[in-house]
Structure formats: C-alpha cells, structure tokens
C-alpha cells in the first residue's frame, strides 16, 4: 500500500488531501509543523512511499524539511504552498521536490501528478533497502542490529542510524550540517561538536573489529563519507 505523509498547518487542507488520498487506498500521516514532518517521517521511512510539503509551516518552514528528508532519502516530495513566485518554485524544485503546486489546487489533480510521479519510480522489494551488507559488516536497521565478521557491534541507537546513513550512501560526502538536519533535525542551528562526538565515538566502537574492506572516513573540510575500500 503506498502511504503518504502531509505536512500543512491548515488542517482543512489536511483533511481534504487526506480523504482524497483513502479513496486512492492509500494510508497517511500528518503532521501539522515542521518539527512533526521530520519526526515522522525518521519514524516510518521504510512506509512513506511520498511526501506532500506545505511550505509556509511552523519551527519549520518546507523548504528545511525537503533539504532535510533529502539528506538522508529519494522519496518522492511535491512541495503544495501559497508563493507561487517563481524563484519560491525554483528553490524548492533545486532542493529535490519533485513538484511544486501552488495553491488554490485541485486535490484530483494533486493525486494525479502523485500517481505520475510513482509510475516512473522502480518498484524494490520491501526487504532490499532495509539491510545492508558491505564486505564483513551487516547493518540489519529493522531490527537496529550491526555485526562485523559475525560478532555484534555495541552501537546506540544513534550510532546505528548514523553509519545506516553513511553506508547506505556511499558515493555522498554528508556535510555536518546534512546529519544534522538528518538524524538530530537541528536543521541551521545544530552544533557541529554533536555530529563529531559522535563520528568519534562510532569509529571507536567500530575499530575494536578487523574491517580492512571499509571505513567511515573524514574528508577534510567537508565533512564525512563510508568509502569501500577492498578491491
């Protein structure tokens, strides 16, 4: 089933994209700030199929959130707002929205350009984005389980889904700010210390094991990536 998460602090708007969307047989989440957007969307991931993105929203305006999610996913995000100037359109659609629709909408048509948008998207097994083999490690974060060579890491939940994150992506150099606003949601005022600390502490835990094929690496002055190394 594919299922939605709303985020627009008008909650008529809310209601009639939500009823909308159960005539599609489609489950939702809604969240009526920023904040609440992020909060669920970290929480049910492997479930939200596409987001709908108000932009003008409390703690946390749209545009923050679309950066956010799109730090950490390529889930599928129309970005539904009243400015429809086109430099708003243009910001939202160099961030990683997929859409931009301006109110007033149809909601027909909202559900429409989202069908649209899902047919181009490759259908993946529900299991294949959810575990993670590299060389001697296995990232299980379903059942928040790591292990090296067989043996388990004593990782916290947060250093979990950090190396999730920098493992799943190994081909990105994720800034401090993009885990941030990925894993705390500090968005611009995170501390940077935070996302050291804890690199700090991972690599730790992580290098009481033989892993010769990989490693979190720093890339100076940007920040960190999860670099192969085994041939």
Same mark, same amino acid.
């Given at each position: 089933?594919?299922?939605?998460?709303?985020?627009?602090?008008? #909650?008529?708007?809310t %209601?009639?994209?939500?009823?909308?969307?159960?005539?599609?047989?489609?489950?939702?989440? +809604? !969240?009526?700030?920023?904040?609440e957007?992020?909060?669920?969307?970290?929480?049910f991931?492997?479930?939200?199929?596409?987001?709908?993105?108000d932009?003008?929203?409390?703690? %946390?305006d749209?545009?923050?959130v679309?950066?956010?999610?799109?730090?950490m996913s390529?889930?599928?995000?129309?970005?539904?707002?009243?400015?429809g100037?086109?430099?708003d359109?243009i910001?939202?659609?160099?961030?990683?929205?997929?859409?931009y629709?301006v109110?007033?909408?149809?909601? #027909?048509?909202?559900?429409?350009?989202?069908? !649209?948008?899902?047919?181009? +998207?490759p259908?993946?097994e529900?299991?294949?984005?959810?575990?993670l083999?590299?060389d001697?490690?296995?990232?299980?974060?379903d059942?928040y389980?790591?292990?090296?060579?067989?043996?388990?890491?004593?990782?916290?939940?947060?250093?979990?889904e950090?190396?999730?994150?920098?493992?799943?992506?190994?081909?990105?150099v994720?800034?401090r700010?993009?885990?941030?606003?990925?894993?705390?949601?500090?968005?611009?005022?995170?501390?940077?210390?935070?996302?050291?600390?804890?690199? %700090?502490?991972?690599?730790?835990?992580?290098?009481?094991?033989e892993?010769?094929?990989?490693?979190?690496?720093?890339?100076?002055?940007?920040?960190?990536?999860?670099?192969?190394?085994?041939?």
């Amino acid at each position: 089933m594919n299922k939605v998460l709303i985020a627009d602090d008008n #909650a008529q708007i809310t %209601k009639v994209l939500k009823d909308y969307a159960v005539k599609e047989g489609w489950g939702c989440y +809604i !969240a009526y700030d920023g904040d609440e957007a992020l909060r669920l969307y970290r929480e049910f991931a492997r479930e939200i199929t596409i987001v709908f993105l108000d932009v003008m929203m409390p703690k %946390k305006d749209g545009f923050a959130v679309c950066k956010a999610i799109r730090a950490m996913s390529q889930v599928p995000v129309i970005m539904i707002t009243a400015r429809g100037e086109d430099a708003d359109k243009i910001l939202g659609l160099d961030i990683g929205a997929d859409d931009y629709i301006v109110k007033p909408f149809s909601a #027909a048509e909202v559900m429409a350009r989202a069908r !649209a948008i899902l047919r181009r +998207i490759p259908k993946q097994e529900e299991t294949s984005s959810r575990k993670l083999t590299i060389d001697n490690l296995v990232i299980d974060i379903d059942n928040y389980m790591v292990t090296i060579g067989g043996a388990e890491v004593p990782l916290t939940k947060r250093e979990k889904e950090l190396l999730w994150l920098l493992a799943s992506n190994t081909k990105k150099v994720f800034s401090r700010d993009n885990l941030l606003d990925s894993l705390w949601g500090y968005d611009y005022f995170g501390d940077s210390r935070t996302v050291d600390s804890h690199i %700090k502490r991972l690599r730790a835990k992580l290098d009481a094991f033989e892993h010769p094929g990989w490693a979190v690496k720093t890339i100076w002055g940007v920040g960190y990536r999860f670099e192969i190394t085994a041939e």
